[in-house]
């Protein structure tokens, strides 16, 4: 599975947008690209994911590359619940596959 | 929808006592997945089953850890005996197997081993 590079922490005014990157230059072709996040003593959870094309949903927009090697999450108007940490993760295609997670970027949604 | 449930939320033994984790899936979900996080190794992958089969048990740290899956919703983590470095949250995730479908989680066990 491809590799994940993403800050170890960031910081968001309340009601700002809130631009998580998350660069993945390994991504083979048939790899999905899937962001979840944890709140603290909580389990992971799903936020969006991707082929290549960019999608949105009541959460956030996710931004891809067109060359597939990096991707933005977007949570458009941060509050302080969206404090968390965000993991990207590419996985292949088809289900029953595992998610490796990494370290993921700690978001800080202050006043 | 309910989602994943797990039990106990948390759990407080003593060391060498045997331990035993408990997850329901989504209902028509045919995938399962344990999970444990510590804050040295993070969230890490133990074990997954598809369609109530073990896949990939490479993530079980030793012969003192085993999962079953009886039936579609059903299945447990079994340590015996525990030990105090098996401190950790567990998690258990569903999924429906062959869909791009994301894999959801429950609220994990806080399991503590004095």
């Known amino acids: 599975d491809a590799k994940t590079t993403q800050p170890t922490s960031m910081d968001c005014a309340e009601g700002r947008a809130a631009n998580l990157p998350c660069n993945h230059s390994t991504i083979s072709g048939n790899e999905y690209v899937y962001w979840y996040r944890q709140i603290h003593s909580q389990g992971p959870q799903y936020i969006i994911h991707g082929l290549k094309n960019n999608e949105t949903n009541e959460m956030a927009s996710l931004i891809i590359t067109e060359d597939r090697k990096s991707s933005t999450l977007i949570l458009p108007h941060a509050t302080l619940r969206d404090t968390a940490v965000y993991y990207c993760?590419?996985?292949?295609?088809?289900?029953?596959?595992?998610?490796?997670f990494g370290t993921g970027t700690q978001l800080k949604v202050e006043l | 929808d309910a989602g994943v449930i797990q039990s106990p939320r948390h759990e407080v033994t003593e060391m060498g006592q045997e331990v035993t984790l408990r997850c329901k899936p989504i209902?028509?979900?045919?995938?399962l997945f344990w999970y444990r996080q510590t804050m040295m190794r993070g969230l890490e992958l133990l074990i997954y089953?598809?369609?109530?089969?073990?896949?990939?048990d490479s993530g079980m740290p030793e012969d003192r850890f085993s999962a079953k899956m009886p039936n579609a919703s059903f299945s447990t983590l079994k340590i015996q005996p525990s030990e105090p470095r098996d401190s950790a949250v567990y998690f258990c995730?569903?999924?429906?197997?062959?869909?791009?479908?994301?894999?959801?989680f429950g609220d994990g066990t806080r399991l503590s081993i004095l």
């Open positions: 993760i590419v996985r292949p295609t088809g289900g029953g596959n595992k998610l490796t």
């Open positions: 995730a569903s999924a429906v197997f062959g869909s791009n479908q994301p894999q959801h």
């Open positions: 089953f598809n369609n109530n089969v073990p896949i990939d």
């Open positions: 209902s028509g979900h045919n995938s």
